[in-house]
Every structure is written in structure tokens, then in C-alpha cells.
């Protein structure tokens, strides 16, 4: 037996889809694609899906904590029991919204932490607010 590969457009592949699916329109809603090769190039045009950026920002949303606790220690800084890891883009704020640095904070201090889950269980902060 043979088997035959037919190669078609892409447009012509989502026209056929869309009919499919009972849309009743023959002009398919195209996805973002982004094609290697400037215009009139030589270089390869088949479509790629650039799908690494909204992965990542979906698996960073899904990972959001926001928790309230006391502060336990300072260096590691651990907040409710959990490790919590601070960096340059951390925003260290008091109860009266104004920025301050981590020497501000005290063990015993009661904070707002939000964030993002890590693998390893802590959370790496994007904000840390004092409560009291």
C-alpha cells in the first residue's frame, strides 16, 4: 500500500478547519505566528508558534502566593515557616507604603507576603509589606 503526503498552505489548512468546525465563515481567524526569514528571503517561512513566553507566563500565574505571617528569621528570611528569597526587583515596603530596605524589618514583625512558588517550596518575594 501506498501512502500519499499532500502538503497545503497553512491558510488553506485552517479554512478546512474552520469549515469543519461549523463556524459557517470560509475566513479563518489566523493565530500569531512568527516566520523565520524576512520577507522575500531565501530563508525558511514555514510557520513556528512562539509558545515559551505564554507558557511561562502562565505557569508564573498559576504560581502566585500572597500569605500573611511572622517573621521567624532574617538571613535566610523565613515568613509563616516558608524560605523566602528577595532580589533586586522586590518591593520592601512599611505599613504606610513607603519603600524601605531589609535592615526595616524585624524578627517577630508581622508581613505580607507576595510572590511566586518555587519547586523547592519557598517563595520568591515580589513584594514584602510590614502589617504591624
Given at each position: 500500500m501506498?501512502?500519499?503526503?499532500y502538503?497545503?498552505?497553512v491558510?488553506?489548512?485552517?479554512?478546512l478547519?474552520?469549515?469543519?468546525?461549523?463556524s459557517?465563515?470560509?475566513?479563518?481567524?489566523?493565530?500569531?505566528?512568527?516566520?523565520?526569514?524576512?520577507?522575500g528571503?531565501?530563508?525558511?517561512?514555514?510557520?513556528?508558534?512562539?509558545?515559551?513566553?505564554?507558557?511561562?507566563?502562565?505557569?508564573?500565574?498559576?504560581?502566585?502566593?500572597?500569605?500573611?505571617?511572622?517573621?521567624?528569621?532574617l538571613?535566610?528570611?523565613?515568613?509563616a515557616?516558608?524560605?523566602?528569597?528577595?532580589d533586586?526587583?522586590?518591593?520592601?515596603?512599611?505599613?504606610?507604603?513607603?519603600?524601605?530596605?531589609?535592615?526595616?524589618?524585624?524578627?517577630?514583625?508581622?508581613?505580607?507576603?507576595?510572590?511566586?512558588?518555587?519547586?523547592?517550596?519557598?517563595?520568591?518575594?515580589?513584594k514584602?509589606?510590614r502589617?504591624?
Amino acid at each position: 500500500m501506498t501512502t500519499r503526503l499532500y502538503s497545503l498552505p497553512v491558510a488553506t489548512i485552517l479554512a478546512l478547519v474552520t469549515v469543519a468546525c461549523g463556524s459557517g465563515s470560509m475566513a479563518p481567524t489566523a493565530p500569531s505566528i512568527l516566520r523565520s526569514g524576512s520577507p522575500g528571503s531565501s530563508a525558511s517561512t514555514a510557520p513556528t508558534m512562539d509558545m515559551k513566553q505564554e507558557d511561562a507566563n502562565d505557569n508564573q500565574a498559576e504560581n502566585q502566593v500572597e500569605f500573611v505571617g511572622s517573621i521567624s528569621s532574617l538571613s535566610p528570611l523565613v515568613v509563616a515557616g516558608r524560605m523566602v528569597a528577595t532580589d533586586s526587583s522586590t518591593r520592601l515596603i512599611d505599613r504606610d507604603n513607603k519603600s524601605v530596605t531589609l535592615a526595616a524589618f524585624k524578627v517577630g514583625d508581622m508581613v505580607e507576603v507576595e510572590g511566586v512558588s518555587q519547586t523547592d517550596g519557598s517563595v520568591r518575594a515580589t513584594k514584602i509589606k510590614r502589617d504591624n
